[in-house]
């Protein structure tokens, strides 16, 4: 899975711009064979795994409302206490929301994250060792809570961190994670539905502290972001890191000069005119109004777009096509996370530098408008005649539908969301983002399984009739952030930034004269000397 060729200047400018290629290192080596970017990949691999955590949580959820022992330990939940159950998670990750973005702005991007692997482990254990209802629930609310430590700062420590070049990659790709849990998820509860004892529905909840017990192994060694570094006076701590990570141990690497000078310009420039505490800074300005209005329409639509109706219930959905067996559940659930996470990451998280977002934005959720009308079209048909056959074609249609939600939704959720934030905003827009989302999941969480046993395939028009109007909203209102660096895409919101320029001149400036100085100074300590 290779992230980018640092030698084709062409393919550079495609992810950076030209600004940033032209301080990029003359190496034709791929990344992979560089050791410091082989090191920082591999480090950010922790980050990346925190999605996982997440996504482990849906697909498990699918897969123990599959399964008898689990339905019957709990005495047959009905449709409002399985909206209950799976509302739970999301409605605990909006309470932690205002503390982690607290943690993540005062403490840095590593606290937060710390604290949510330990937790993540101790909880999920409690979750599978429940011996009634209130009390699995009540460790789903905790679960969900601590795992938004989870969530909320890996992508802006994946894109504070990463190579310039990787960035738009290596932040669209920590969502795909999710579907990685999925699958892991899906297919252990797929092995694990033949136990005929309360270890079939026990394992999978106890494993969900999987991947946050790996994360916990190797965070330590993560380094800190640079930028909160820098916004924290700590210049020589972030100047290690970068010198380390992105020049290779070269204390006079162009690029990391270039970067330094950047972020100190853009972050000076924040300071002047946003705070670091205040929420309303999201809607003080037009171009801080298009942001935060693009981190809710995303974090939204990214469940309430049908996605969730299939994700959460897909046994609820297959029921509809005449796939009743428990055995034809769990595999086809098994089967739709492995192709969701190919999709996520070779059809959307390797072709974010290629195709751009708006780009994907667009084709991909008119592709599942008209998938939509298709499977509506279908699952109507199976609902009039019981064909087997047009039954078939109504999940091929679903596996259709998820892999366009895949390569968009997927990785762009947190990457989009996560550059078009200046520094000083960034923590909150991920935090709008992440609430905006959640608030869908509970509300879809609840409407959901009520809608579809009362309106069967007919509840399906509804969000045929949001896919598209998403689809318009998307093309007025997302711009391309596409061959900007981090730094630079705020000119993408606030036009041509002539207070930023001018600052990035005054660094350069100051550090000329700096430079001047500390000369004259040696000069006149030498003469000394030599006297």
Partial sequence: MGLINRKPKGAAKAAVGGDLASVLP????????????????????????????????????????????????????????????????????VLAMFVVTYLCDRFGRKVPLMI???????????QGMSNNLETFIAARAILGFFTSFLAQPSPILISELAYPTHRGKLTALYHTSFYLGGIIAAWCTYGTFRLDSTWSWRIPSILQGALPFIQLLF???????????????RQAEARKILVEYHGGGDENSPLVEFEMREIEAAITLEADTLSQNSWL??????????????????????QFNGAGLISYYLFLVLNTVGITQPSRQTLINGLLQVSNWLSAVFAGAMMVDRLGRRTI??????AMCLCY??????????????????????????????????????????????????????SRGVSTMYVSTFVSLVVSNQINPIGIKALAWRYYIVFLCILAFLVVLIWFLFPETKGYSLEEINQVFEGNNHAWNSKVADIENNKEEDEKEDEKEHEVKEVEMAR
């Fill in 281 to 302: 800074d999201l809607v003080r300005t037009p171009a801080n109004r298009k942001r935060t209005l693009i981190a809710f329409v995303v974090g939204w639509f990214a």
């Fill in 373 to 426: 009308a298709i499977l509506t079209g279908l699952t109507a048909g199976v609902s009039q005649t019981k064909s087997e056959s047009m039954g078939i074609a109504a999940v091929s249609f679903i596996f259709i539908y998820f892999f366009f939600y895949a390569c968009c939704w997927a990785p762009l959720l947190l990457a989009y969301t996560v550059e078009i934030f200046p520094y000083t905003l960034r």
């Fill in 116 to 126: 949510g692997v330990v937790t993540c482990v101790a909880i999920a254990i409690m």
């Fill in 219 to 233: 965070i330590y060694f993560v380094p800190e972001s640079p930028r909160w570094l820098i916004a924290h006076g």
């Fill in 26 to 93: 003359d190496d034709p080596r791929p990344w992979y064979r560089v050791p410091h970017l082989l090191k920082l990949n591999a480090l950010l691999l922790v980050p990346l795994m925190s999605s996982g955590a997440i996504g482990y949580d849906g697909s498990m959820m699918n897969g123990l409302q599959t399964l008898p022992q689990w339905r019957g330990y709990f005495g047959n939940p009905d449709a409002p206490m399985l909206g209950a159950l799976n509302s739970v998670y999301p409605a605990g990750k």
């Fill in 361 to 366: 934005f667009l084709g991909a959720t008119s």
